[in-house]
């Protein structure tokens, strides 16, 4: 097959594409490297079967293509609360264009949700009939309503157009290709380790987080693709397994031997306090579990950020 990856330079996105290229299909990345990096496709360049285009996806795009993977969106905070504006447009102005795609080929497209449309749950685990708990103009809005706003219309091209979709709601994930200055906990922790500077918690360490490993989400997306018309979704993808974010900490600290010490500071606004998704769906539909363990994820992810620290 030959299929389309937006954002196929990101850390998602660059890990898809390493597995879609394993499976032998052709791949076509659009990326206006906007926040991602070059780099983190640089040893799939040679490859015959890698095309790359500089495109942002706000605009129109037209190719022939088998299916579509749309990743394309800033995603760490740091990022998305930089450039609020265009992060929302990314959202609405790039689904659109790349359903029209999809309409027009009459192809499949996954849309790379984010567990974020829960907003600061007031239910735990997280299930795809709640609705969230979303505050529409905070600081984070751009990115949670922005894709709330995507799947709103993913499911209404199904609906009005019968677009074959699928919407996958992703959870934390870590690993190799991240970005050291993404601002996001793993990243964060695991860089002011190697560097023993003060680990920096926002709020009181008590927050949950569950943490995926990208080899596994990438599997659950391309079960999620290859599964029957019928299975659109939403679907949560993510590991159950809930940690407190200074257990996090604690654990990277332990795991680089450094000599950092945990600081606290102010919980930013809207911060979620708990995350922990419910993958039910997950395992009976696409029979996807996650299986790597936090402790080996961490040891890869350090690795990995030795090398770029």
Request: charged share 25%.
């Amino acid at each position: 097959m030959r299929i389309l990856v937006t954002g196929g330079s990101g850390f998602i996105g660059s890990n898809l594409t390493e597995r879609l290229l394993g499976l032998d299909h052709q791949v076509l990345i659009i990326d206006n490297f906007y926040t991602s990096d070059k780099k983190n496709i640089q040893s799939l360049i040679d490859n015959p079967n890698l095309e790359v285009v500089r495109h942002d996806v706000t605009n129109p795009y037209s190719a022939e293509v088998d299916a579509i993977y749309h990743l394309a969106c800033p995603a760490s905070p740091v990022h998305y609360q930089r450039f609020p504006v265009q992060t929302i447009k990314t959202c609405i102005l790039g689904s659109i264009n790349m359903l029209d795609l999809a309409q027009r080929l009459e192809v499949p497209i996954l849309l790379a949700s984010t567990s974020e449309v829960y907003g600061d749950p007031i239910v735990s685990p997280q299930n795809e009939e709640y609705w969230g708990n979303v505050n529409p103009i905070g600081i984070r809005s751009c990115y949670d309503e922005g894709k709330r706003a995507a799947e709103t219309l993913f499911f209404d091209y199904h609906r009005q157009f019968n677009v074959n979709i699928k919407v996958a709601r992703i959870f934390n994930t870590y690993g190799p290709n991240m970005s050291p200055n993404d601002g996001r906990v793993v990243s964060n922790f695991i860089v002011q380790a190697l560097k023993s500077e003060d680990i920096t918690i926002y709020g009181d360490g008590h927050q949950t987080r569950s943490f995926c490993y990208v080899s596994d989400l990438v599997t659950g997306l391309v079960k999620l693709m290859d599964s029957p018309k019928d299975i659109i979704g939403p679907i949560n993808l993510g590991n159950p397994t809930e940690f407190k974010v200074r257990e996090l900490a604690e654990l990277i600290v332990e795991k680089t031997k450094s000599k950092s010490k945990i600081v606290y500071m102010k919980l930013p606004q809207d911060d979620p306090k708990q995350r922990k998704p419910d993958i039910d769906k997950a395992r009976k539909i696409l029979d996807w579990n996650p299986k790597i363990d936090l402790g080996i994820g961490l040891e890869h992810t350090i690795e990995y950020f030795s090398s770029k620290v």
